[in-house]
Each structure stands twice: as structure tokens, then as C-alpha cells.
């Protein structure tokens, strides 16, 4: 007995933002951000927040999923952007749903939280702790960047992906998941100020830093190590694997993964063109995509793999 993911749903918001609408009030160009990213546009979240569009991503998992929001026993929400800090965003999915006992929490991991998610809701499931899990991740990117700075703000985007996973007798494979916080200053955001009767800090700076070439150097380091781990414990070859659903950050990154691997590019599907970095939302998201548009084909092997900040990577390997 293992895991299967047997739903999946996404929601973007309608608004575009698009390179050279960035250019109008940044020193940056749309040839710039294509070529060092793959980027084109992202959706940019104007009031709807973080819950609610990990309710909708939720609701189309459901209804794919073809079963009633009341069996599901537990609501992970892979999320550093939440809107509150609590309750958390996973029991006000839980509400939007119409669920009113699973056990709910939400998890950050940055970029890498909807894998850690996943391979949460596996454990919980291969322990028997509980049947059917809901796990999505949501994220108002937009909120956390700093709309001056060009080397970050170019990159991210928002949006939520959900995914029902479910015993069953043929799924997940394989888990891997690991952090690295002495590398934590590297990509990071300090947030609100502690502030109490007892205690003041200094002001924060709310908005994401992020040293850019040493996260490059790091995921085209240790996504393709982790993913050759995983696929070393299930005893898999890398060429028997038909999709790679990596973290949307950078198609540069996902193309060094792919040659490091020895795996055709075609294997890699991509959709940062159109979202830009939508952290724990980009693997469910392009993951609905694929499972809507019938690229995954019952039988086919994928891996699912993130890595963000932490630092902190994971992967999954499963038969569809
Ligand atoms: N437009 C124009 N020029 C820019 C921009 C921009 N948006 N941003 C930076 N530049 C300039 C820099 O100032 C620098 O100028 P200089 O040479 O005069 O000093 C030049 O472009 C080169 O800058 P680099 O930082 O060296 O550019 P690089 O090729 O490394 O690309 C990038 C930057 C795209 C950020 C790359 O390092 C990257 O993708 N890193 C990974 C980041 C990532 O994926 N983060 C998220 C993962 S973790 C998570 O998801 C939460």
C-alpha cells in the first residue's frame, strides 16, 4: 500500500503582469529577463490573498478528484505567504471546502513546501494515520517582494496548486527531503518586528533578499544529486522517468538539471514562461496543467522536485 495523487486543481489570478510592464517603472528590459530566466509574464494576485486562492486550487483538486471534501482527514497548506498569522491558512481552506474535521497546519518550506508536503502527507498515509490528505500550496509572492529591486522582484509570481492524494496500491516510490540552515541567509525575509511590553527590535526589512547566483549554484548543485539519490533507492533509471516536475525558478537551472541528468529537455516541462516563480505553488500548478491536458498517462514514472529557502530541497517519485 502507498500513496496516489487522484486529483489535482490550480488557480492564477486573471491579472497579467508582463515583462515590459515591469520595465515601464524598473531599469530592466523583457530581452534581460528572458534570457536569464525564461520568464515572459506572471499572474499578480490584486486582493483575493493567499486562502482564497489555495481554497479554489483546493475545490478543483476535489471535484477532480471525484470525491466529497468531508473524507478528507487532514489539509497541509505549503505556504510562506499566509495572510494571517493565524488561524492558519489550512483550516480556512478547510472551511471554504465545507470540511469540518480533518486536522489541518500549514507548513513553509519556501519553494520547496508543496514536496514537503506531499512527502508529509505520504507518511501520514503509509502510517495510517489517515486516508485521504489535501495538500496545497498557495502563495502572494507579490507581497513579499520589493517592487523596486530588479534583481528579485522579476522573478516571482502567485498562485495555488492542489493535489488529493489517497491510498492505493500503486504511487509514491520514493521520498527525499533535506535543509541546510547555515545556508538560510542566502535567500531570505525577515518580516513584522518583535514587539512586545518587554521587547523591541530594530525595524525589519518586510520585503525578500536574496543572493541570486549562489541559489543558482546551489539548485543546479543538489536538484540533480537529490533526484539521482531518489531514483538510486527505488532502483530507477533516470531514462525510465518520463516527466521531471521540477520548481519553476529558472528555466537556465532546469536545463543544467536536465543535462546533468543525461535527460532529453523534453522530459522537463515548463510554464515559468507564463507564472514566473510561483514557489510552493509551481509543481502543483504545472502538475494540474499536465494532468488536465492528458500528458500524464497512468503507468508513466514522474518525479517531482523543489528546492528554496532554508535552504531547503525534496523529491518524489511516483507512477502515475
Ligand atoms: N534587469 C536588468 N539587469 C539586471 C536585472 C534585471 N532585472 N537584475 C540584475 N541585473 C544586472 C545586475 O545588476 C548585474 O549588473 P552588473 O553586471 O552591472 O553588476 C547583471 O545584471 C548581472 O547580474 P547577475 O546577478 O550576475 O545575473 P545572473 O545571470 O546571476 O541572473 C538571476 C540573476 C536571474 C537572479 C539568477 O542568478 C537566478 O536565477 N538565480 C536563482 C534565483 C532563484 O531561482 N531564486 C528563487 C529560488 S528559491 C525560491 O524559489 C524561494
Same mark, same amino acid.
Not at 507548513?107 to 502527507?121: M, V, W
Not at 498562485?159 to 547555515?182: K, L, N
Given at each position: 500500500?502507498?500513496?496516489?495523487?487522484?486529483?489535482?486543481?490550480?488557480?492564477?489570478?486573471?491579472?497579467?503582469?508582463?515583462?515590459?510592464?515591469?520595465?515601464?517603472?524598473?531599469?530592466?528590459?523583457?530581452?534581460?529577463?528572458?534570457?536569464?530566466?525564461?520568464?515572459?509574464?506572471?499572474?499578480?494576485?490584486?486582493?483575493?490573498?493567499?486562502?482564497?486562492?489555495?481554497?479554489?486550487?483546493?475545490?478543483?483538486?476535489?471535484?477532480?478528484?471525484?470525491?466529497?471534501?468531508?473524507?478528507?482527514?487532514?489539509?497541509?497548506?505549503?505556504?510562506?505567504?499566509?495572510?494571517?498569522?493565524?488561524?492558519?491558512?489550512?483550516?480556512?481552506?478547510?472551511?471554504?471546502?465545507?470540511?469540518?474535521?480533518?486536522?489541518?497546519?500549514?507548513?513553509?518550506? @519556501?519553494?520547496?513546501?508543496?514536496? !514537503?508536503? $506531499?512527502?508529509? %502527507?505520504?507518511?501520514? *498515509?503509509?502510517?495510517?494515520? &489517515? /486516508?485521504?490528505?489535501?495538500?496545497?500550496?498557495?502563495?502572494?509572492?507579490?507581497?513579499?517582494?520589493?517592487?523596486?529591486?530588479?534583481?528579485?522582484?522579476?522573478?516571482?509570481?502567485?498562485?495555488?496548486?492542489?493535489?488529493?492524494?489517497?491510498?492505493?496500491?500503486?504511487?509514491?516510490?520514493?521520498?527525499?527531503?533535506?535543509?541546510?540552515?547555515?545556508?538560510?541567509?542566502?535567500?531570505?525575509?525577515?518580516?513584522?518586528?518583535?514587539?512586545?511590553?518587554?521587547?523591541?527590535?530594530?525595524?525589519?526589512?518586510?520585503?525578500?533578499?536574496?543572493?541570486?547566483?549562489?541559489?543558482?549554484?546551489?539548485?543546479?548543485?543538489?536538484?540533480?544529486?537529490?533526484?539521482?539519490?531518489?531514483?538510486?533507492?527505488?532502483?530507477?533509471? @533516470?531514462?525510465?522517468?518520463?516527466? !521531471?516536475? $521540477?520548481?519553476? %525558478?529558472?528555466?537556465? *537551472?532546469?536545463?543544467?538539471? &536536465? /543535462?546533468?541528468?543525461?535527460?532529453?529537455?523534453?522530459?522537463?516541462?515548463?510554464?515559468?514562461?507564463?507564472?514566473?516563480?510561483?514557489?510552493?505553488?509551481?509543481?502543483?500548478?504545472?502538475?494540474?496543467?499536465?494532468?488536465?491536458?492528458?500528458?500524464?498517462?497512468?503507468?508513466?514514472?514522474?518525479?517531482?522536485?523543489?528546492?528554496?529557502?532554508?535552504?531547503?530541497?525534496?523529491?518524489?517519485?511516483?507512477?502515475?
Amino acid at each position: 500500500m502507498t500513496t496516489r495523487i487522484i486529483g489535482t486543481g490550480h488557480f492564477v489570478p486573471e491579472h497579467i503582469v508582463t515583462n515590459d510592464d515591469l520595465a515601464q517603472f524598473l531599469d530592466t528590459s523583457d530581452e534581460w529577463i528572458k534570457e536569464r530566466t525564461g520568464i515572459r509574464r506572471r499572474h499578480i494576485d490584486t486582493g483575493m490573498g493567499t486562502t482564497a486562492m489555495a481554497a479554489e486550487a483546493s475545490k478543483r483538486a476535489i471535484e477532480n478528484a471525484g470525491i466529497s471534501p468531508k473524507e478528507i482527514d487532514l489539509i497541509i497548506a505549503a505556504t510562506s505567504t499566509a495572510d494571517e498569522i493565524f488561524p492558519n491558512t489550512a483550516a480556512m481552506v478547510q472551511r471554504e471546502i465545507g470540511n469540518d474535521r480533518a486536522a489541518c497546519y500549514d507548513l513553509n518550506a @519556501a519553494c520547496t513546501g508543496f514536496i !514537503y508536503g $506531499l512527502n508529509t %502527507a505520504h507518511a501520514f *498515509i503509509s502510517s495510517h494515520m &489517515a /486516508k485521504t490528505v489535501l495538500v496545497v500550496g498557495s502563495e502572494t509572492m507579490s507581497r513579499t517582494v520589493d517592487w523596486e529591486d530588479r534583481s528579485t522582484c522579476i522573478l516571482f509570481g502567485d498562485g495555488a496548486g492542489a493535489a488529493v492524494v489517497a491510498a492505493d496500491d500503486a504511487g509514491i516510490e520514493a521520498v527525499i527531503m533535506g535543509s541546510d540552515g547555515r545556508k538560510g541567509e542566502i535567500i531570505a525575509c525577515d518580516g513584522r518586528p518583535a514587539q512586545s511590553r518587554w521587547m523591541s527590535q530594530a525595524p525589519r526589512n518586510p520585503y525578500m533578499v536574496m543572493n541570486g547566483q549562489e541559489v543558482f549554484k546551489f539548485a543546479v548543485k543538489k536538484v540533480p544529486e537529490t533526484i539521482a539519490q531518489l531514483l538510486s533507492q527505488a532502483g530507477v533509471g @533516470a531514462e525510465e522517468v518520463r516527466h !521531471y516536475i $521540477l520548481h519553476q %525558478a529558472n528555466e537556465r *537551472i532546469i536545463a543544467s538539471v &536536465a /543535462k546533468r541528468l543525461h535527460v532529453p529537455m523534453e522530459r522537463f516541462p515548463i510554464n515559468l514562461d507564463e507564472y514566473g516563480n510561483t514557489s510552493a505553488a509551481s509543481v502543483p500548478i504545472l502538475l494540474d496543467e499536465l494532468n488536465r491536458n492528458g500528458a500524464l498517462k497512468r503507468g508513466d514514472r514522474v518525479v517531482l522536485a523543489g528546492f528554496g529557502a532554508g535552504l531547503t530541497w525534496g523529491a518524489t517519485l511516483m507512477t502515475w
